[in-house]
């Protein structure tokens, strides 16, 4: 859980790293885009590992729940959460969120199925005009509203996530673990963040 945890979240950072390249212009964002289709060997051997991380991270996550579930024959009479934050209550509930996130996310920038008439449009250079692909997919308020829930739901997943794989590994002590829970904070803030940017962006028309 924690290992695969930690190759997801430097996935989701380099991720939102390279998407706020269209903040440059559709001229960088495109050449972005362009580059990455360039190289399919290093670019499907990276999405064969982020799917063979992703699988691994939900079956593990199942299997845990499960085992922590089975542990007690009985359910506790009285359930009263003490330490325990609100990300981490609910961490599966997030988690499969944002599952369905990836796939819709998937269907729409990946494989076109959601938007066919304007996935296959170029831009001047003859390049897959992948800026205008996600211009025209914000302008949908709705798809937007929703793409903010679910990267909202993706920051609470890495609020916990990412004090957990520290204490799971080992590193947890009373001086540094009141530092790691901050950097969780702030990581889970920069990355909401920063997806968010964009979609606000576009419906707020600085992005167009």
Known sequence: MAITGIGLMAFVLAHMLGNLQIFMGPETFNGYAEMLRSMPGLLWTAR????????????????????????????YAKNEKVQASLSSLYMLETGLVVLLFVLLHLAHFTFGFLQPEIFT????????????????????????????????????????????VFQTLGFNHPVYSPLVRRAGTAFAAVIFLGYASIPLSVLAGVLG
Not at 127 to 147: E, L, N, P, T
Request: proline share 0%; charged share 10%; net charge positive.
């Open 48 to 75: 064969l590992g982020l799917l063979a991380f992703f699988v691994v991270h939900i079956v593990t996550a199942f299997s845990l729940t499960g085992t922590n579930r089975g542990s007690r024959v009985h359910r």
């Open 121 to 164: 449009a170029v831009d001047a250079a003859g390049r897959h005009d992948v800026y205008s692909i996600v211009i025209y997919g914000f302008q949908h308020v709705g798809y937007s509203v929703f793409y903010l829930f679910c990267v909202f739901m993706l920051g609470c997943h890495l609020h916990h996530g990412f004090q957990s």
